[in-house]
């Protein structure tokens, strides 16, 4: 076949996402704390977007836009702030004659001046894993070769506090011998933590008992020998296996619960992300009320000043000129976007209340199946845009706080209608919450309860439900009393 070039008109449709697009569908999918810090960054990068102050009076606020040019929805547009008259003629100089005809010493020409230290030198930080370790080196005096491979050892403890290399790995890359690696793990594994720079759990325990001065005892032969059968919960196989009273085992037990598996946690500089609700659903009267939390958002409004800007002609050139209608076009646009994300919000809250009422009226048992086709056709919106609006956010209510997802589950059999697969796994937990730890349910025991609910379920599927729910079998659960 010869090949030939041409050329052809061609129709075809095309679904593009522009970037304006994209922004809005990036804003509608972002959770409370991420939408704060984006809007955060747009404000100091647009300057046609500033921050609606509250404590700014009424009376120093002027119209910047006219009813045609305000976004659909944007109740938090408004005008510029004038500035007032003694301030904008306001002399430096007078400034300056003021304070100094009244004999106050402006302190810029002072010939005793010292400088004080800044703020920063009183900031605190905490001090980490390694640094605390090093600090410990510094105080032996252990020998060069040994502070040297104790230097590097520290190096490749991770945050838990377990050392990650081996004897072997450490010596060929020190070029030191592996009796003076020995010592060195030696010495980095009597420093405070307790349990330091150990290769797995069982030595992590080992150098805590060592250093509580429990060597030879039981629970140094337990831990040496039988952390899988006190995995397996086998008190009376290792009761039998060290001719020893059941009592003990127990003493024995709770020494081992009170040692630090990780001894390295207490130094890790992780820091606690608070969750904070997206929606808030209450009940005033008999009738429930949405409200959109906004308190961490800043409320934004178009700049006065640079709008003016704008109008002016022969101002600026034409790349600046481009550059502030592009700006102006963009915060618009993001205005635009964050009404149009509060919108689609409050109408999925909406919908979800609508359907999930005898949650919010009587608990979580209450819970029906859901799925986000539903929701979508209910309000009309894409599933894809459900599924955005329900990621990473939080709803607050009378029964706690939960994620969008909480409320969207399969459904499993019942003699009474579908039932929620959420509500299913909070009555396994009760049961299990509730059960004799001594003689703890079987999964077909479990089973059986819940057919006696009216609730069908598989034996496997209850399983499935118990690991997702991180509660272990019954022969792990089991607790033999004193």
């Known amino acids: 076949m010869a090949l030939e070039t041409r050329l052809e008109v061609k129709l075809s449709q095309k679904l593009i996402l522009t970037p304006q697009l994209q922004q809005a569908i990036k804003l509608l999918q972002m959770p409370q704390m991420e939408l704060s810090q984006a809007i955060n960054q747009e404000l100091v990068e647009n300057p046609f977007l500033e921050e609606l102050v509250d404590e700014v009076p009424e009376a120093s606020l002027g119209e910047t836009q006219s009813e045609g040019e305000k976004p659909e929805g944007g109740g938090d547009i408004e005008g510029d702030i004038e500035m007032p008259e003694t301030i904008s003629t306001y002399a430096v100089d007078d400034y300056f004659d003021e304070r100094g005809s009244d004999g106050r010493d402006l302190g810029y020409f002072s010939s005793g001046y010292v400088e004080k230290p800044g703020f920063e030198t009183f900031l605190t930080t905490t001090t980490g894993l390694t640094e605390h370790l090093k600090w410990q080196l510094d105080m032996t005096n252990a020998s060069a070769d040994i502070k040297e491979a104790?230097?590097?050892?520290?190096?490749?403890?991770d945050e838990n506090g377990y050392l990650r290399a081996s004897k072997d790995e450490l010596a060929k890359l020190l070029g030191l011998t592996e009796e003076i690696v020995r010592r060195a793990i030696a010495l980095v594994q009597g420093f405070d933590p307790m349990g330091i720079c150990a290769r797995d759990i069982k030595e992590c325990l080992l150098i805590q008992i060592k250093a509580l001065g429990l060597n030879?005892?039981?629970?140094?032969?337990?831990?040496?020998?039988?952390?899988?059968?006190?995995?397996?919960?086998?008190?009376?196989?290792?009761?039998r296996q060290y001719k020893a009273a059941i009592e003990d085992i127990h003493t024995a037990l709770k020494i081992i619960e009170g040692l630090e598996p990780k001894p390295?946690?207490?130094?890790?500089?992780?820091q606690v992300s608070y969750v904070v609700p997206d929606v808030y659903v209450e009940k005033v009267d008999d009738e429930y009320r949405v409200i959109l939390n906004d308190d961490s958002i800043p409320r934004l409004r178009i700049s006065g000043m640079y709008k003016e800007l704008l109008t002016q002609k022969n101002t600026f050139d034409k790349t600046d000129k481009q550059y502030l209608v592009d700006k102006y076009k963009s915060a618009m646009w993001l205005l635009r976007s964050l009404d149009e994300r509060n919108k689609t919000i409050y109408r999925v809250t909406e919908s979800i209340l609508k359907y999930q009422m005898d949650?919010?009226?009587?608990?979580?048992?209450?819970?029906?199946?859901?799925?986000l086709k539903i929701i979508a056709d209910d309000i009309g919106i894409h599933e894809s845009n459900i599924s955005r609006v329900t990621s990473n956010k939080f709803m607050s209510c009378a029964h706690g706080m939960f994620p969008f997802k909480y409320f969207f589950s399969s459904?499993?059999?019942?003699?009474?209608g579908d039932v929620s697969s959420t509500s299913v796994k909070d009555l396994i937990k009760t049961i299990i919450e509730e059960e004799d730890s001594a003689k703890p349910l079987t999964d077909q025991k479990i089973v059986e309860m819940c057919k006696s609910k009216n609730i069908n379920i598989a034996r496997r599927t209850l399983a499935k439900y118990r690991e997702e729910l991180k509660i272990p079998p019954h022969t792990k659960r089991k607790k033999q009393h004193m």
């Open 150 to 157: 104790a230097e590097m050892i520290i190096g490749n403890i």
């Open 216 to 239: 030879g005892t039981l629970v140094e032969k337990i831990v040496e020998n039988n952390l899988d059968d006190l995995e397996k919960n086998k008190l009376q196989a290792i009761a």
């Open 264 to 270: 390295g946690r207490k130094f890790s500089s992780v």
């Open 359 to 371: 949650f919010f009226e009587k608990g979580v048992e209450f819970l029906r199946p859901l799925n």
């Open 411 to 416: 459904s499993l059999s019942g003699d009474e």
